[in-house]
């Protein structure tokens, strides 16, 4: 059966971001804004505070935490890699 069915690579944060950021700040949980746009925070059951910041990816997972600015969001390889360097598999 034919269908049309789109694609969209997801290969960074910031690319994840502009697909479901369909607001100015969006945050998984709660979240309070003051001065701060374009910021994507993904940090379940935290409320999140932005202050003064802009196009920043916030990634909290219970065992690490990623601050990036969007237009640096595809370098976490570089932390990836240097993880696996210093064999830290722990948090990969």
Not at 5 to 21: F, N, T
Not at 22 to 50: F, I, M
Not at 67 to 87: G, Q
């Amino acid at each position: 059966m034919p269908a049309e069915i789109g694609w969209h690579d997801v290969g960074s944060w910031a690319r994840l971001a502009e697909l479901v950021q369909r607001t100015d700040n969006w945050a998984s949980g709660d979240q309070v804004a003051e001065d701060a746009h374009g910021n994507y925070v993904w940090a379940p059951g935290k409320t999140v505070a932005l202050i003064g910041v802009e196009g920043l990816i916030v990634v909290d997972t219970p065992d690490a935490l990623l601050v990036t600015s969007k237009e640096r969001s595809a370098d976490v390889k570089t932390v990836v890699d240097r993880l696996r360097r210093e064999e830290r598999d722990d948090l990969l």
